[in-house]
């Protein structure tokens, strides 16, 4: 989906290193997720926000933060608390207000550690 | 929570042969489950969903089939083509408080010439 862009596609980390992942969507959409992907263990929701400025935990929130100041973007900082970085992110977005609208997705940040 | 589980992991077919991938859930207030196609490196893409109140729902190609009693659902891919070779997600949800996806581990299909 050409609305939902994620910079950069590809990022390293160095130990100890704090990074921020971005996900900005021009769609319009009250809600945004990020997922991160490993092989074998298909996508798990880290956080996701239905308004500006809230969101919850998802099932694997230890070591990321975010913050949604403008309904536009949901940035996701991977922390030096998270031991093992190295995955596929990947943010979606989707209405709200339309419970069958999907999530759509960006083409996703490839992290890895230096 | 919800426990999604997705079989097989992996599924080779002869082009022009039919698919068919299953996913289990936990959840019984589960309502809503698509099915994401992605390809190496790309992101998923939304190929087919259907909702609780729904038993089947065709595209085309590609049929969903769901089992509320089994808490089962079933994507059925007919006349496939090597275009079909891809990963393929399942996923459940509740629809409303903030519409959170589980997701299957995937299925690589590969169509073979």
């Known amino acids: 989906d050409g609305g939902i862009t994620q910079s950069p596609k590809y990022l390293f980390r160095k130990e100890g290193q704090n990074v921020t992942l971005s996900c900005e969507q021009n769609l319009n959409h009250d809600a945004m997720y990020w997922y991160r992907q490993d092989p074998g263990q298909g996508l798990r929701l880290i956080y996701y926000?239905?308004?500006?400025?809230?969101?919850q935990k998802g099932d694997i929130a230890e070591g990321y933060s975010v913050s949604r100041e403008k309904k536009e973007s949901f940035p996701l900082t991977v922390t030096s608390a998270q031991k093992n970085p190295t995955a596929f992110y990947l943010c979606?977005?989707?209405?709200?207000?339309?419970?069958?609208?999907?999530?759509?997705f960006g083409d996703g940040t490839r992290l890895s550690i230096l | 929570g919800e426990n999604v589980e997705q079989h097989p992991s992996t599924l080779s077919v002869q082009e022009g042969d039919s698919a068919v991938i299953k996913c289990t859930y936990s959840d019984s207030a589960s309502n809503y489950f698509p099915w994401y196609k992605q390809e190496l490196g790309k992101r998923p893409q939304l190929i087919i969903d259907?909702?609780?109140?729904?038993g089947e729902k065709k595209d085309q190609r590609i049929a969903v089939t769901l089992n509320k009693t089994a808490k089962h659902f079933s994507l059925h891919i007919t006349e496939t083509q090597p275009e079909d070779s891809a990963v393929y997600f399942c996923a459940a949800g509740v629809t409303g408080g903030g519409n959170k996806l589980t997701f299957g581990t995937g299925t690589q299909l590969k169509v073979e010439l």
């Open positions: 979606a977005s989707r209405p709200t207000g339309a419970d069958n609208q999907p999530q759509h």
């Open positions: 259907i909702r609780s109140n729904v």
């Open positions: 926000s239905q308004i500006v400025n809230d969101f």
